[in-house]
C-alpha cells in the first residue's frame, strides 16, 4: 500500500518532474484509505517536488510551482495571478535589441515606470530593475500540469501586464521571494489528499488540497484554516495525549502522565506576560528542562516534531513552554509553583552511602582529585571577582575487589557547589547538571578510585568497569598500575610542534615522554589543529580543522589511554561545522561547543549548537542565534 502511495504522490501528479503517468492500476489512489496519515517518505517527497527553489548552473531560481503558494484560493482559477507570476521563472529579460517590444509595453495603461522616471519616454535600460518576458504559453503548461487549468479560466488578473502581440506577460522584480509550502503532515482520502504546514502561533496553518483525476494528483485549493493555539492544545491535556515523558531524574521519581498532565493544565490557568528564557548567560538563564512527547504510547523512536518542552530557570515559578515542528508556533509563559518545582526537583537525590573507614585511607588522592575539578574559573568571571568553587562528597562505596590481587574500586561521590550560587549552571558541562538546590552533579566522568594495598592508582570510568571488566582484566598489580596510570596521561601535557603551517603541507606533530623519559610521537595530523576542553573535563582535546570543499572539524580525545577520533560532519549529517570560540560576540557558556549547519531543502542552512560529551557524543544544545548576545 505504501509503496502504491509514493508512487501515485510522485508520478501520479505528472508535475513533480514531468514524468510520463504510470498505467491508471499503479498511480490511481489506493480505494477506501480515507484518513490515512501520510508517511515521512512521503512528506519528503512533498517538498521535494514543491521546493520553491532550483538550483542551476548560474544560480538559484524560483520554480514554477512557488507561484501556486503566494495566494490562498478555494479554486485555483481564483487564485492571484499578479503574486503567482512575481517571481515565476521568466523567459528571458527584455535588452536594448527588443525595443520595438518594450515601446508596446510602456503603452499599456497603468505602465508604473514613465511617472516614476518623470519623463515621457521610457527605454528598457532607464529601468531600475530587469523587465522579465514570460510566455503565456509557459504560464499555460504550469497550471495545466499543476491545476488542470489555463490562463483562460482565470478570474484574478489584475495588474498584470500582457502583450497579445508578444504571447507574453511582463514583470519587474529584482528582490527574491517565492512561495513556499513546508509540508509537515497530510492524510490521504477518497478524493485525493490534504497536506498542511506546521501551524502558526495562532493556530491557523496551511492547508493544500489535491483531488485525484485521471491517475495523476492536481491543486484543487490552497487555504489557510484555524486551529488551536499552543495554549489551547495543552489546556486540554489529557494522559493518553502523552505517550511518553523524557524524565532524566530518578525513575522512581518520574511523574505518571496523569500527574503531568494535571500540572500542565493547571499551569495554563495562570498565563504570563513574560520576555522568555533566552539562555543568554544571565541569572534567568534556562537550567532545568522537562520534554514529553504527544502520541502513541511506546513508540520505540522520540519524535522532537511532537514534542512540548517545558523550561525553568531561576526566576521562581515560571515555566516557559513550547513545541515541537508539527505543533502550534510561539511560546508560552505561566506562574505555577506545583510545575516549576516539578521540574526544578528532578535531579534532586539523597546522598549515597559513604564507607568512613576506606575513605579515610584514600582520602589525601580523592580530595587531590576533586580539588582539581574546576580550575581557572577567576579566568571565566573577571567582572565578578572569580568563581569559588567547593565540593562535598556525598558517597564513598566499593563496588568490585580482587582480594588476590589487594585491589579495590570505589565509587566516588561529590557534589560542587559554586560561590556566588547562580553561576553554577554557567559553568558545567558535559552530562553535569545541576539540582533544585544548585549544586552540581555529574562533574566526575572518571569517578571510580581504582586502590592496590594501601595505594590509590588512580581513576577510572564506569565503562572501564561494565565494559572491559575492570579489576578483572588484570593477572598481576604491576598489569594494573600501569593500565590505571595510563589513564592519567593528558593531552593538556603533550608537547606541540608545528613541523610545517605551509598550505598544502602542513603537519602538526604531537609528542610526549615515555616511562623513560624519552619522547615519543602520539599524533601527527596534516591541517592546522587548536587544543580546548570541549567536554570540560579538565584536559583539553584536539580540534582538528579539516580540509576540503565543506568547512568541517575534527576532534582527538584521549580516554583511557586510547587516542579516539570523531568527525562532526560525519557524525552528525551536518554540510559544515566549527569550534565555535572563534565567534566574537558569543555569550559565554558557549565558547567550547560546536556549531554545524544543515543544509535545508530550499538551499539555505540553519546553524545549530552542540556540545562534545564526556561520552564521546555531540549533545544538541540549541539554535546558534540563541547562543548569540542579542542587542538591545
Not at 489528499?193 to 488540497?209: F, I, N
Not at 552511602?353 to 582520602?363: M, V
Not at 588484570?474 to 596510570?485: F, G, I, N, P, S
Amino acid at each position: 500500500m505504501m509503496k502504491k502511495r509514493v508512487l501515485a504522490l510522485i508520478c501520479a501528479l505528472a508535475l513533480l518532474a514531468g514524468c510520463k503517468a504510470a498505467p491508471a492500476e499503479e498511480t490511481a489512489p489506493p480505494a477506501n484509505r480515507g484518513g490515512t496519515p501520510l508517511t515521512q517518505e512521503e512528506i519528503d517527497r512533498v517538498n521535494e517536488a514543491f521546493s520553491p527553489l532550483e538550483e542551476r548552473e548560474d544560480g538559484t531560481y524560483a520554480t514554477a510551482v512557488s507561484g501556486f503558494f503566494t495566494s490562498y484560493y478555494d479554486r485555483p482559477e481564483d487564485l492571484n495571478f499578479q503574486e503567482f507570476l512575481r517571481y515565476f521563472p521568466g523567459d528571458g529579460t527584455l535588452g536594448e535589441a527588443d525595443a520595438q517590444e518594450f515601446a508596446a509595453l510602456a503603452a499599456l495603461p497603468g505602465f508604473p515606470w514613465r511617472e516614476d522616471l518623470g519623463t515621457e519616454e521610457v527605454r528598457v535600460t532607464d529601468l531600475p530593475v530587469p523587465t522579465h518576458r514570460i510566455l503565456r504559453s509557459s504560464v499555460d503548461d504550469t497550471l495545466r500540469r499543476y491545476a488542470g487549468i489555463t490562463t483562460a479560466e482565470l478570474t484574478n488578473t489584475d495588474g498584470v501586464f500582457y502583450l497579445e502581440d508578444y504571447g507574453a506577460y511582463y514583470t519587474f522584480t529584482s528582490d527574491f521571494g517565492p512561495g513556499a509550502f513546508p509540508c509537515v503532515g497530510g492524510v490521504w482520502d477518497e478524493n485525493g489528499a490534504r497536506l498542511w504546514t506546521r501551524p502558526r502561533e495562532d493556530g491557523s496553518r496551511s492547508v493544500l488540497t489535491l483531488r485525484a483525476e485521471e491517475g495523476r494528483y492536481l491543486i484543487q485549493s490552497f487555504t489557510m484554516e484555524e486551529g488551536e493555539t499552543l495554549a489551547q492544545l495543552l489546556t486540554g491535556l489529557k494522559a493518553e495525549d502523552i505517550g511518553h515523558i523524557s524524565w532524566t531524574g530518578a525513575e522512581e521519581n518520574a511523574p505518571t502522565e496523569e500527574e503531568l498532565a494535571g500540572l500542565v493544565r493547571s499551569a495554563l490557568e495562570h498565563p504570563l506576560d513574560h520576555d522568555g528564557l533566552t539562555m543568554n548567560g544571565s541569572d534567568s538563564d534556562v537550567v532545568w528542562t522537562l520534554d514529553f512527547y504527544l502520541g502513541e504510547k511506546g513508540q520505540s523512536a522520540w519524535s522532537g516534531d511532537d514534542a512540548v518542552h517545558l523550561f525553568t530557570s531561576l526566576e521562581e515559578n515560571i515555566v516557559e513552554i513550547f513545541g515541537g515542528g508539527h505543533l502550534p508556533s510561539g511560546r508560552v509563559w505561566v506562574e505555577d509553583e506545583a510545575l516549576y518545582r516539578r521540574v526544578r526537583t528532578q535531579h534532586d537525590v539523597p546522598a549515597g552511602e559513604i564507607d568512613e573507614a576506606a575513605y579515610a585511607a584514600y582520602r589525601e588522592g580523592v580530595e587531590a582529585y576533586l580539588d582539581q575539578m574546576f580550575p581557572n574559573l577567576d579566568e571565566m568571571f573577571p567582572d565578578e571577582g572569580g568563581v569559588t568553587v567547593s565540593w562535598t562528597l556525598t558517597g564513598f562505596r566499593e563496588v568490585q575487589a580482587r582480594p588476590e590481587l589487594d585491589a579495590r574500586v570505589y565509587e566516588v561521590g561529590a557534589v560542587f557547589t559554586a560561590d556566588p550560587p547562580e553561576r553554577a549552571p554557567h559553568i558545567i558541562a558535559g552530562g553535569a547538571y545541576v539540582d533544585s538546590e544548585l549544586r552540581i552533579h555529574g562533574a566526575l566522568w572518571a569517578n571510580l578510585l581504582v586502590t592496590a594495598g594501601d595505594r590509590a592508582l588512580g581513576f577510572k570510568s564506569w565503562e572501564w568497569l561494565d565494559i572491559d571488566g575492570g579489576l578483572n582484566q588484570y593477572d598481576t598489580v604491576k598489569a594494573l598500575a600501569v593500565d590505571v596510570h595510563r589513564s592519567g596521561e593528558m593531552i593538556g601535557n603533550w608537547t606541540r610542534e608545528e613541523v610545517s603551517i605551509v598550505p598544502g603541507s602542513t603537519l602538526i606533530r604531537y609528542t610526549a615522554p615515555d616511562d623513560t623519559g624519552t619522547p615519543q610521537v602520539r599524533l601527527e595530523v596534516p591541517t592546522m589543529t587548536e587544543e580546548h576542553d570541549l567536554d570540560g573535563g579538565g584536559d583539553p582535546e584536539i580540534v582538528v580543522y579539516l580540509q576540503g570543499k565543506a568547512r568541517g572539524i575534527g576532534i582527538y580525545d584521549l580516554k583511557g589511554g586510547e587516542l579516539v577520533y570523531l568527525d562532526v560532519n560525519e557524525t552528525l549529517g551536518c554540510q559544515a561545522s566549527e569550534y565555535m570560540g572563534n565567534i566574537g560576540n558569543l555569550q559565554d557558556e558557549y565558547h567550547d561547543c560546536i556549531w554545524a549547519g544543515f543544509a535545508a531543502p530550499d538551499g539555505t542552512l540553519r546553524f545549530e549548537v552542540y556540545r562534545y560529551t564526556p561520552e564521546r557524543t555531540l549533545e544538541y544544545v540549541c539554535p546558534l542565534d540563541d547562543a548569540l548576545y542579542k542587542g538591545t
